[in-house]
């Protein structure tokens, strides 16, 4: 995402902000900066998050 685009909150309105943010994805705890809605606190993620990191996830479970 550039700095020209601006993403708002689908729910209020709000414009979103990057905010560090704890996920527990499949009783694990990690920590990225995201952007979210400062007035309901949902967040975006984003694409690379969600086949990155989040697959990691999965597969240290897969091996566990």
């Known amino acids: 995402?550039?700095?020209e685009e601006k993403w708002k909150c689908r729910c209020c309105g709000?414009?979103?902000?990057?905010?560090?943010?704890?996920?527990?994805?499949?009783s694990l705890?990690?920590?990225?900066?995201?952007?979210r809605c400062p007035k309901c606190g949902r967040v975006l993620i984003p694409k690379d998050l969600a086949v990155g990191k989040m697959v990691e996830v999965e597969a240290q479970l897969e091996d566990k």
């Open 14 to 26: 709000c414009e979103l902000s990057k905010r560090q943010v704890v996920f527990d994805y499949l």
């Open 1 to 3: 995402m550039s700095e």
């Open 29 to 35: 705890t990690f920590s990225e900066k995201v952007l």
